[in-house]
């Protein structure tokens, strides 16, 4: 199985801020890596696939990169919508389809 | 538009059945792999099982491998998942999921999901 680690778990950002999210994989997925958004009482949102591609209808301050093992998702200018939590999550090394244990995006 | 319901939830004992429904429309049904996923409250997400366009290959994570039973109906536009033999490790809220776009061997990103249904398995 492989195992996706995020990190930190909880990040404190102002407004407006840029926001460095982390997932490291312990074996390669290739650039088969997704990212996506949850809100409490929501259900997850896809924001990125292919490790760097945005999905439709989301915009252009969520940005992805990295491949093999280890993935950045970046979130520039922070609005207030974008506090939430966000996992990653792999599908190239299934099943199962592995998640991270998710990142906190908090407001500082 | 994607809509996924899921439907079928609800409290039920150790050792207990329980069959999920999910209802899918505007999309293309029998053109993509279709997954469960859950998440227990006030934890992270977990891949439970998925199923390919013409349902001739089914995966499952080890936890409830042999338990549970993915399946599709085509002609319905439903997906579901038969959960026999529950434990109260299977309690969460499962979420009805179809693959982004179309890719018959399933290398596509899990991209919409339904609202979910809450399984409580307690005594």
């Known amino acids: 199985e492989t195992v996706m680690t995020q990190s930190p778990a909880t990040l404190s950002v102002s407004p407006g801020e840029r926001a460095t999210l982390s997932c490291r994989a312990s074996?390669?997925?290739?650039?088969?890596l997704a990212w996506y958004q949850q809100k409490p009482g929501q259900a997850p949102r896809l924001l990125i696939y292919a490790a760097s591609t945005r999905a439709t209808g989301i915009p252009a301050r969520f940005s992805g990169s990295g491949s093999g093992t280890e993935f950045t998702l970046t979130i520039s200018g922070l609005q207030s919508e974008d506090f939430a939590l966000y996992y990653c999550?792999?599908?190239?090394?299934?099943?199962?389809?592995?998640f991270g244990q998710g990142t906190k995006v908090e407001i500082k | 538009e994607v809509q996924l319901v899921e439907s079928g939830g609800g409290l039920v004992q150790p050792g207990g059945t329980l069959r999920l429904s999910c209802a899918a429309s505007g999309f293309t049904f029998r053109s993509h792999w279709m997954s469960w996923v859950r998440q227990a409250p006030g934890k992270g997400l977990e891949w439970v099982a998925n199923?390919?366009?013409?349902?001739?290959?089914?995966y499952y994570v080890d936890s409830v491998e042999g338990r549970f039973t993915i399946s599709r109906d085509n002609a319905k536009n439903s997906l579901y998942l038969q959960m026999n033999s529950l434990r109260v490790e299977d309690t969460a809220v499962y979420y009805c999921?179809?693959?982004?776009?179309?890719?018959?061997?399933?290398?596509?990103?899990?991209?919409?999901w339904g609202p979910g249904t809450l399984v409580t398995v307690s005594s």
């Open positions: 074996q390669s997925v290739n650039s088969n």
């Open positions: 999550q792999q599908y190239n090394n299934w099943p199962p389809r592995t």
């Open positions: 999921v179809t693959s982004y776009y179309y890719d018959s061997s399933g290398y596509s990103p899990d991209g919409y």
């Open positions: 199923i390919k366009q013409d349902g001739s290959e089914k």
